[in-house]
């Protein structure tokens, strides 16, 4: 499957399944898009998910943002 139907098909189920559970989103948004058409697709090098986990957990957080609950 080619990498931007699968985005696609993730974002079509994920945001109706968000509407569903909360119907208050469809107020909240412009016309009820959740996502924007756009998308970043990385590679990683084959670097094993501890050290992927541990460079993730390492980055600063912007200000304003609250930290992962523990």
Partial sequence: MALAR???SLKGVSSRLMRRDF???ERRFWWGHL???SYFAGSVG???LN???QYVEQQQR???C???PA
Avoid: D, I, Q, R
């Fill in 46 to 48: 084959g670097a094993p």
């Fill in 51 to 53: 050290v992927l986990n």
């Fill in 35 to 37: 996502w924007w058409a």
């Fill in 66 to 68: 609250a930290s992962p």
């Fill in 62 to 64: 912007p200000l304003g």
């Fill in 23 to 25: 119907p208050e989103l």
């Fill in 6 to 8: 699968l985005v696609n």
